[in-house]
Structure formats: C-alpha cells, structure tokens
C-alpha cells in the first residue's frame, strides 16, 4: 500500500525493518486494515510475531525477532502517551512477550517517523542502528560492546554530537545472554522477559534516534479541549494530582503491607514488621531530591535520588520503584532503602530485571537456609535473609555469570530450581518462567487468576491487583472473578497497544475498558472506534496471544501459581490465613475459559470463538494442536 493510502493520523505510517544478517534496513508501510484490528504496541507485534516465527524455535536463534513499538497516541500531548515496547519471543517464558517504558524514546522514534522497529537474523559484529530523521543506518559497536547502559548513552552523545538524542541500550547481562536481562532507554527499563538478551544474541548493542518531526492528529480543536478534560480529570484524581507526584509507586509498600500483602523473604510471608525503613516517606526524606516526568505525564512519579553517605555515598538514581524495593528489599528479609537504590541503580547500569534479580537472590538465600545450597555452591558466600550487603555484589555476580551461584540465577529462578531439585521448586516463586512482582495472590483471588492466566505469567501488568486492593471488588470471595479478570485482560492489552501507562489506571479503568480509552484513540487517529470494537479488539489481541503460547506447547496444566500460593495461608498480619487453593483456583479457570469462549479442559480458544474475532486464519492453524 502507497504511504499516501493510509488514512489514520496519529501513526507515523511506517516500521523500520532491519535486517542484521544483512545488514540492511528497509521501510514498510502500515495498513488501514492492520491498525484497526491490531491498534499499535503489543496487538501489532503479536499479530507480526505470530505471522513470522516459527513455533519452536530457540530464543536466541537468528530466527527469532525484536520489534520496539510505538502506539498511535505517543507523541501526542495525551497524559502518559510516552511509552515505548518491546516485543519477541522471551528467553525465560519461551512464548510472546511484551514490556514498556516510559521516558522521552518513544516520541522520539515516532518524531524520526518512524511506528516501530523490527529487528531479525543476527549480526557477524556488535552493531548499533542509527535513526536521524530520515536517514538509518547501521554502525559498528565494537567500542560500546562490555559498557554498561550509562556509559554506553554518554559514549553515543559524543559520538553523535548530542545530548538530546534518546538512546535505548543492552548492558554487559544483555551480551552475556542473562536470561532476564533488560534495555535500559534513558532511566527507564524495558525490564521484564529478557528480551535484552534477545538483543545480546543478535549483537546489537544500542538503538539512537534523533527525530525533528511531529505528530499529526485530525483535529487541532478537538484534540485540546479533549485535552483540557483530561488534565482536569488528572488534577481531580488524588492518585494522579497528589500521591504519584509526591511518592511515586513506593507509596505502595505501606499500602499493601499495611493489608497484609508485601512479600517476605520469598513471599515465606506476607507481612514485614519494618516495612516503614522501604516506605515511600522514608525514600523521600532519606534520598530524593526531585521529581521527575516522562514526556507529556503530569503525575511526576518518577524520583531522582542521590545516597547522601555510607558505603554507597553519592549513587544517584531514578528510583527506586515499588517493585524493586519489594524484590530488592524485603523479599531479600531487609529494610535498607540504600541499599536497594544502589542495588536498583547497578541492575539498570548492568542491564537486568531488578524484579526478577532480587526474587532470584531470595529464592538462593532460601535454598541456602534449607540446606540445598552448600557454602561451596554459593562461592563461600554465607547467604542468609537480612544480609543487605551481599545484594550489591550478588547482582554484579549474576549480570556477568561470575562464579557458580551466578552463572546459576542467571538462567532465571525457574530453571536455577530444576538444577537444584530437592524440592525447591515449590518455593521457586515465578508463574511461565517469570519472577511473580510485588502483589499478592494469595490474598487477591482475581489477581491471582491474572497471575495464573497471563501470557507472561508472573507479570502484574496481565492481570491487575487495584480493583481489589482497594476494595473495588470483594477480595474475600472467587465468585465473579472470571469475567471480572478477562475485563481486566482487555483493558491491559489495548492500553498497551496504544500505548498508555497502567499508573494511571485510576484515570483509564481501572476495571474495564472505558469511553474515555476509546476517544484518546479516536482523538489521536481519527478511528471513531466505537466502545463495542474496542472491546472486541482487545479480546481479538488477547486471543491471538494465546494462541501464539498454544503453539509453544502451553495449555490449561500452565495456568497455574506455585504450590507455596495454594498450600501455605499467609502466616501473619491482615491477611493471615488467606490463600488460593487448587479447588479455588480450578473454579475460577472453569469461570474465566467459559467467559472467553476457550476449551475448558484445554485451554485452547475455540474455533468458533476465534473466528467471531476474524481470526479465521489462526482457528485453522490451531486446529493441529488440538
């Protein structure tokens, strides 16, 4: 299709596809057709991943591919319309997985013209792609290849000339192929899959881009009085206009300890005595500074600190957030806000998921104690819980695969606990392969669901705790949880391909998909999407997801959370005695494949059901692995 065929604004109209074997790069347009079943972000990647990879295939093969991703509202002065994704088939899932970051590189690559890049084949020499406006082009990276993220970003501005270009790098975990290593774009993380390592294996250390450009919507007018309605609804949320911008989300730790639903010392518990030393008041009095924006964002959650003495005296860093304090701090039995800020600060400077690093650093501390790690395996390291000095240099261990404990959680908790055996797979906390984040399933049914369902498993970004956390929805009850939680599914995927922050759900949802969702859509593109379409556009992503996962061999034995989930109640606080039992579990699996039109004992869509989506292409592919 002509690029001049393209009716919707808002899209730059294109993709980069970049072909490292090579070592060519080529535009292609994008079509009307494509972007008004698959939106941008996650539904476009997934329909263009499942399209051209082959099932089976090893995650860091030439074979696989990477796509970054814009969505059609970023670039656009729409609140949180700033997110960049990523996008391949995850080393730790083995199935389609997707992250975003917020910052300033996605309007940049939209900016440069440019929707998305899709990265395929492997390069003979470490590469980084350029993209200046219009001009793209491949260059060596023999020189950045073992810098870290920082020192990557500042070689590239002098290189090229600038400090305004947005760099998106891999770090020294990236290249040694961490099976959760991360991309780092600016101080954000593209943190979660290991799709950093997909990049390592593809030798491409670094994507710069500079763009001049804008962002073209339908309607000047519309667009700002539409404008002006949302940053009222911002300013009216105290979410949004008080809590984010003060604390950012480590507002959330005594928010959900105070529930009873902080992990401890690998989710052992749910209660942390001192949980105040990893608070959001404690952060803000000991360490930050200032706050901080993404692009277009009002809520300012992002927190720049510096450490003010001890031994990490003068680490600066944009955080900690939530997640990582929970991962890096008490999950690790410990309550020093410092100590996880440097431990956050080198995970991003090394390239890892700081969730899935810290959850890998409790589960050892836990084999260790029980006996089923000796002194030896753990490099004469004496690993208890509560030993906050050894976080720091565990992490520098597992991003360069040093000495057997790290070469060990490097591989991800799922397949350090096959190795190890003995039984430590029923406290290996992770859901498909990925670490299980900062919320709890036991002591929210519907979450758990999410938990268990999700694509990505572990991911609280498939399912999402709010609506019971803050009693939106009875979190004493299963009753509903079904349907409530598909709902959910579909407000998280097309957020994600439009893509729009899930901090503010409060704003888009926080339960469902919304007309608001729809007329930022539609305010940016020009769609006039009804609320129904958008919907079934959702679930028509949701599906094709799963069935990519159905490909790979997963099926309803898959959606399920570990044993320490269903068999040990919360010991203490709020929710002690809370949990989710198989019998519970297995009621609302029967509630959700009924609600999606999914084979109960399977798990596989149905025929039918896929085909009411128009994905009669996807319904006949499947029918071999029914």
């Known amino acids: 299709m002509n690029r001049n065929d393209f009716k919707y604004k808002g899209y730059a109209g294109k993709l980069l596809r970049v072909n490292l074997t090579k070592g060519s790069v ?31 295939i090893d995650p860091f093969s030439p074979e696989n591919k990477v796509i970054f991703m814009t969505g059609p509202v970023v670039g656009t002065m729409i609140p949180t319309a700033c997110r960049i994704g990523l996008y391949s088939k995850s080393p730790l899932t083995n199935s389609f997985f997707h992250s975003s970051a917020g910052g300033h590189f996605a309007p940049e690559l939209k900016f440069a013209g440019y929707d998305g890049i899709i990265f395929e084949g492997r390069s003979a020499e470490p590469v980084y792609l350029f993209i200046d406006d219009g001009h793209v082009e491949l260059r060596n990276a023999a020189h950045l290849w073992g810098l870290d993220t920082n020192r990557v970003q500042l070689e590239l501005f002098e290189e090229l000339g600038s400090e305004e270009i947005k760099i998106a790098a891999i770090g020294p975990a990236g290249e040694k192929l961490v099976r959760f290593a991360c991309v780092i774009c600016g101080c954000r993380a593209l ?47 105290p979410a949004t206009s008080e809590i ?56 300012r959650c992002g927190k720049f600190s510096i450490i003010g003495g001890g031994p990490y005296e003068g680490v600066r860093n944009e955080g900690p957030e939530y997640e990582d304090i929970f991962s890096l701090g008490s999950m690790c039995g410990h309550n020093d806000i410092e100590v996880v800020a440097a431990a956050e600060r080198l995970c991003d400077d090394l390239g890892v998921d700081a969730i899935e690093a810290g959850v890998a650093i409790a589960f050892a501390m836990e084999c260790y104690e029980k006996g089923l790690l000796t002194h030896t ?22 991003a360069l695969r040093r000495g057997q404990l790290g070469n060990l959680l490097a591989e991800g908790v799922k397949r350090a606990s096959e190795k190890i055996g003995n039984g430590s797979e029923y406290f290996a906390m992770h859901g498909k392969g990925l670490t299980f984040a900062g919320h709890s399933a036991r002591g929210m049914p519907g979450f758990a669901l999410g938990y268990a369902t999700g694509p990505r498993g572990g991911s609280h970004h498939d399912g999402r705790p709010t609506g019971e956390r803050t009693g939106l929805v009875p979190r004493e009850t299963t009753e509903g949880k079904g349907e409530y939680t598909a709902r959910i599914n579909h407000l998280m995927i097309l957020t994600d391909s439009m893509i729009l922050c899930h901090l503010t759900e409060g704003i888009w949802g926080p339960l469902d998909i919304t007309d608001l969702v729809v007329r930022c859509l539609n305010t940016a593109t020009g769609m006039n999407m009804t609320l129904d379409e958008a919907r079934t556009a959702a679930e028509r992503i949701w599906n094709l997801i799963r069935a990519f996962a159905v490909r790979e061999g997963y099926r309803r034995e898959h959606d399920r959370l570990p044993p320490r989930f269903m068999e040990e109640p919360i010991k203490s606080g709020p929710s002690k005695g809370m949990a989710i039992t198989r019998r519970m579990l297995d009621d609302m699996l029967d509630q959700y494949y009924k609600f999606r039109g999914w084979d109960r004992e399977t798990g596989i869509p149905t025929a039918e059901r896929l085909k009411a989506l128009g994905l009669e292409d996807v319904a006949r592919d499947l029918e071999k692995y029914r």
């Open 244 to 299: 984010l911008p003060r604390y950012g989300t480590p507002v959330l730790v005594n928010a959900n300890n105070s529930l009873g639903l902080f992990g401890y010392k690998n989710w052992q518990d749910e209660f942390f005595q001192d949980a105040d030393g990893l608070s959001g008041d404690t952060m803000r009095k000991k360490i930050v500074k200032r706050d901080k924006s993404c692009y277009a964002c009002p809520a």
């Open 26 to 56: 080529q535009d292609e347009p994008l079509t009307n057709t494509l972007v008004e079943q698959y939106i941008g972000g996650a539904g476009l990647a997934a329909r263009i991943l499942y399209d051209e990879l082959q099932p089976g």
């Open 191 to 237: 943190g979660r899959g290991g799709l950093g390592a997909v990049l390592g294996s593809k030798q491409v250390k670094a994507v710069a881009v500079r763009g001049q450009g804008s962002v073209e919507v339908p309607d000047m007018r519309t667009m700002r009085m539409f404008l002006d309605e949302i940053f009222a609804r911002f300013n009216a949320n």
């Open 377 to 398: 395996e753990t490099d004469g390291v004496d690993l208890r819980f509560g030993r906050s000095d050894l976080i720091v240099p565990l992490i520098e261990a597992i």
